[in-house]
């Protein structure tokens, strides 16, 4: 660990209990769900505004101390990893809720407010902010922005970036970038809050923003499908697109993720038939339909008899209510905790959807060439592309054995996805874990062009120091 300035400077600037240095609060703290480095953070801080943030980050510029943002910690490619000596910097405090502008359609709140306590505030306006994230307990809407998160419902509502309106960050030298006005519409120049969403606090810190809001979604129907392989789930969703209903998620999981989830939670088996894949798809319920059309009801439950009667599906069920629909969530929801014993090598990839099904064939035919007997769980929001592969640890293989052998795949991991022209990150972003690859996907001007940027806004370099780039 490098030299550090006493510790009691900060302290002064904070108040004592706003400051630590406890071997378990640096653990807590200094890390995310990667599990891959150890954390080993010189202190933890948690600033209770902007202004606090701000002063901390003066303070940090002026000595020269590393820093990493921190927030719900929810990602998977180590960006709010602290490992070197750091000080991480805890968005936790930064809670604050504004009024809801019915008419507007937008809310302003603090950096460290979960997804779901969001989602709780505007819903008796009937709004919501529609990142919706399995995590949305915990992740946080600082967040969110800073790795431009998707979530389950991406392929209706788009990543976070496109319900974003003002945007209220620090930079390296704590001088406190302010554009949290709620316009729908501002065409004065480069978007600099555009440009700070997804940079993963490399750039900037962001402790605020105005969000923009979408009606809370009318009446759904859920339905799951077993699937004999990919390209029968692309199928399916071929045809979801034609029922002229409003698509609002499609997510597909493999059966080995089925057979962790059953045997982790206790729910119930979902179908009878047991096959590779399956699909579940939520569509959005119309009035009861027209002269012209049947009611939306219906018209899914003839859909699905058509999928089992041409053998796209080999079993499904259909939730109509509110209720059966969140059962059927379930079975994907918790895939991620199912398979947290086993310590999956996460990866996040997306290629364009209609060649999704020739990657994965590709992709299994490399595993049974050089992974044999591994366990890969595939997951994912098909209706955008994006596919989790999750390599599960051999039984009595070391953890050290298996990051190497990792490291090793996910070189050719990589390879592959850009022989299909998709990308290694869909969703968390490069962090420590892909940055090495990221030359693969980015070209050299890309990059030099990122070097230069971050060299203007981080001259020291002490914001998120070695994540995303060198």
Not at 183 to 211: C, F, I, M, W, Y
Request: proline share 6%; aromatic share 6%; hydrophobic share 45%.
């Amino acid at each position: 660990m490098n030299l550090r300035p006493p510790i009691g400077e900060l302290q002064a600037l904070l108040g004592a209990e706003a400051v630590s240095q406890d071997p378990g609060e640096l653990l807590h703290w200094g890390r995310d769900w990667t599990r891959i480095y150890a954390a080993a953070p010189w202190a933890v801080c948690w600033p209770r505004s902007t202004a606090e943030v701000a002063a901390v980050l003066r303070w940090c510029h002026a000595r020269g101390v590393p820093v990493v943002p921190s927030g719900g910690r929810t990602g998977l490619a180590g960006g709010a990893m602290a490992t070197a000596g750091e000080l991480v910097l805890s968005l936790d405090r930064l809670r604050y809720l504004g009024p809801v502008d019915v008419l507007n359609r937008s809310v302003a709140v603090g950096a460290g407010v979960p997804n779901q306590v969001l989602q709780e505030h505007c819903a008796p306006h009937g709004l919501w902010w529609p990142v919706d994230l399995a995590a949305k307990g915990t992740a946080t809407i600082g967040g969110n922005l800073a790795t431009n998160a998707g979530g389950l419902r991406v392929v209706r509502y788009g990543h976070a970036r496109n319900w974003l309106l003002g945007l209220e960050a620090v930079g390296a030298d704590g001088q406190i970038i302010s554009e949290l006005r709620a316009l729908h519409k501002d065409n004065s120049g480069p978007d600099l809050r555009q440009l700070l969403v997804g940079s993963e606090g490399t750039l900037a810190v962001v402790t605020a923003a105005t969000l923009q809001l979408a009606p809370l979604p009318g009446p759904t129907a859920v339905a799951l499908l077993a699937c004999p392989s990919m390209q029968a789930v692309l199928e399916v969703l071929a045809q979801a697109h034609t029922l002229k209903l409003e698509l609002h998620a499609f997510e597909v999981f493999s059966d080995l993720c089925l057979s962790h989830v059953l045997a982790r939670t206790g729910l119930p088996q979902p179908l009878q038939a047991r096959l590779p894949f399956y699909a579940l798809v939520e569509l959005g319920l119309d009035p009861a339909g027209s002269a012209h059309q049947p009611p939306a009801g219906a018209r899914m439950e003839r859909w699905l008899e058509r999928l089992l009667t041409d053998r796209t599906a080999a079993d499904g069920t259909l939730a109509v209510d509110h209720r059966a629909a969140q059962k059927l969530w379930a079975y994907r929801e918790r895939i991620t905790e199912s398979l947290q014993p086993w310590t999956p090598r996460k990866n996040d990839i997306s290629v364009p959807v209609s060649r999704l099904a020739e990657f994965v064939v590709e992709l299994q035919r490399w595993l049974d060439h050089s992974r044999p007997g591994w366990q890969v769980a595939l997951f994912g929001h098909v209706g955008d592309g994006n596919l989790h592969i999750n390599a599960l640890r051999p039984e009595g293989m070391a953890m050290v054995e298996f990051q190497q052998a990792c490291d090793l795949a996910d070189e050719a991991l990589y390879q592959l996805v850009a022989r299909f022209g998709g990308s290694m990150s869909a969703e968390h972003g490069i962090g420590l874990v892909k940055k090495r690859w990221l030359p693969l996907f980015r070209s050299k001007a890309e990059l030099q062009a990122l070097g230069a940027l971050k060299h203007a806004l981080d001259p020291a370099g002490i914001l998120n120091p070695g994540k995303v780039l060198s």
